[in-house]
């Protein structure tokens, strides 16, 4: 009885000897390798708020490129997929949407997980754990002050894949979490695996080029430290619906994107809402003789939210 219980007390001390042995920093970078270059599969439970679902996702390289296959396994069937530098979403329709991603971020899992941590936030080795019966090592991603969401991160002992994540508020309330409970390393993918299936119809979603009526710009008078305005676009919600602009902000890990509408003498209803750390808020302003609706949709705290809204101003120039 004594052989096994110190048996059982190296085995669970392991784990801490390779969060001891490897930094932080370390351990993250070897994260964001494994998730690009390993091949894997596995079935993992997503969780919003009270809302859980599970989906499936397979990975392989091929000839140098990535490709992903994530599938939805409740409800009615939904997959994405990464195809090299595209994305490719099938609705339940029976219907396709092709979209160009150049930068390859969208499909990266839990990519605000990269493995530059901005200053805002502390990331600590915080002891070792088992997610879907395999060792890991359990790490904490802690803001620096109230204006954004901290991380717990599960980081396979073995592959060093991500297997468990929650981000959580200054309570340490889990808001969103992600948790492997089968993982395959050696699925035998190929590009079989990823293919597409005959569809009723397909549209791409891509950039909307040329000139509008307005040019628009958001102006934040108030962001917190570390934030910064990265891309901005315009985006074609609808071929019936004028392009929206979109600008978005981000510290390196949390991000948020404000949205401009040109209202056209529409009615719109304002207001806050909320899907687990996801906040959405909608007001309507006047620029250059014009309404236009402004909603700031992001994964940072609803008081946040409300006073980067509260200084948002809008520079709107007409067509030469």
């Not at 396979?156 to 409970?181: I, Q, T, W």
């Not at 979109?246 to 994107?257: E, I, K, M, P, V």
Request: with cysteine; aromatic share 6%.
């Amino acid at each position: 009885m004594m052989r096994i219980l110190a048996l059982g007390l190296t085995l669970t001390a392991a784990p801490l000897a390779i969060a001891d042995s490897l930094p932080a920093q370390s351990l993250l970078e070897r994260m964001t390798e494994a998730t690009q270059e390993l091949d894997y599969q596995g079935r993992f439970l997503y969780q919003l708020g009270g809302e859980v679902s599970t989906m499936e996702i397979r990975h392989a390289v091929i000839d140098g490129e990535q490709y992903q296959r994530f599938t939805h396994l409740d409800g009615r069937l939904v997959e994405v997929l990464r195809l090299g530098d595209e994305l490719v979403c099938l609705h339940p329709n029976g219907t396709l949407t092709r979209i160009d991603d150049q930068d390859q971020g969208l499909l990266s899992f839990r990519q605000r997980l990269s493995s530059q941590i901005p200053d805002q936030y502390n990331v600590l080795v915080d002891g070792d754990g088992r997610v879907a019966g395999r060792a890991t090592t359990r790490m904490r991603v802690a803001p620096l002050d109230n204006h954004r969401y901290g991380y717990r991160l599960w980081l396979d002992n073995e592959s060093h894949l991500l297997l468990k994540s929650e981000m959580v508020d200054p309570g340490g309330l889990a808001l969103e979490r992600v948790e492997f409970v089968t993982l395959d390393l050696q699925p035998g993918l190929d590009r079989g695996d990823f293919e597409l299936p005959k569809v009723i119809a397909e549209r791409a979603l891509e950039p909307v080029p040329g000139n509008h009526a307005d040019r628009v710009h958001v102006k934040a008078g108030w962001l917190p430290g570390g934030f910064r305005a990265a891309d901005s676009d315009w985006r074609r919600v609808t071929a019936e619906r004028q392009p929206v602009a979109a600008q978005s902000y981000s510290d390196g890990l949390a991000t948020f994107t404000v949205f401009v509408e040109n209202l056209d003498n529409g009615v719109v209803e304002e207001g806050v809402s909320r899907i687990g750390p996801t906040v959405a808020i909608s007001r309507s302003v006047a620029a250059a003789d014009r309404r236009y609706l402004l909603t700031l949709v992001g994964e940072i705290p609803q008081p946040t939210a409300e006073r980067i809204m509260q200084g948002l101003d809008l520079d709107v120039a007409a067509r030469p």
